[in-house]
């Protein structure tokens, strides 16, 4: 019977070291999910690393300061308060719609808005989360910062979805 417990304590402990690994390892496989499955043009598939819905409420109020910035100059043509955020709502949405897809996200990783790798030979695809520098930010909060085309940072966010992890938000350069 001690034999036997001690198995049975061992095989609990085995388990739950391999779980934690798992779980620690989980946002490497998400970026390494997203990156093979948009080298391998399977976009369809991405929702099982992103979560479009958050990638999405996270992404409005970025897109709709940087069109505010574009937009109040000329504030005093649009009239009332109301009026412009009418505005920028009706220019925001398309672009939010485009890239909280399959294809935007797609599109994000594979075209010119993010610096290409340093050696990449001309025509080959581009992979910026390949270099991508990631760290912990918290134990729910993992980030995966790229430069984009003008060498500003774009940061993208994974947070913890059950025993994965989901890409979940973008945060944009500031201009």
């Known amino acids: 019977m001690k034999t036997r417990s001690r198995r049975l304590l061992i095989l609990v402990l085995v388990s739950l070291l391999a779980l934690a690994g798992y779980v620690a390892a989980g946002p490497w496989l998400a970026v390494n999910g997203i990156r093979h499955l948009v ?20 992404l ?18 649009i009239g ?8 920028i709502d009706l220019l925001a949405k398309p672009t939010l719609d485009a890239m909280a897809s399959p294809q935007g ?15 990449l030979p001309q025509g080959a695809p581009n992979d910026p989360l390949a270099d ?12 995966a910062s790229v430069p984009n085309a003008d060498g500003d940072t774009v940061v993208f966010e994974f947070r913890r979805s059950g025993l994965g ?11």
């Open 39 to 58: 080298a391998s043009g399977q976009t369809g598939e991405l929702w099982r690393f992103v979560d479009y819905a958050q990638l999405r409420d996270n």
């Open 60 to 77: 409005r109020p970025q897109i709709r300061e940087q069109i505010a910035r574009g937009v109040l100059p000329s504030a005093n043509r």
């Open 80 to 87: 009332s308060g109301k009026r412009m955020a009418d505005v």
């Open 105 to 119: 996200v797609a599109t994000l990783l594979t075209g010119s808005s993010l610096g290409r790798r340093a050696g």
């Open 132 to 143: 991508a520098e990631t760290r912990y930010e918290s134990a729910s909060l993992f980030t």
């Open 165 to 175: 992890w989901k890409l979940t938000g973008l945060r944009l350069p500031a201009h």
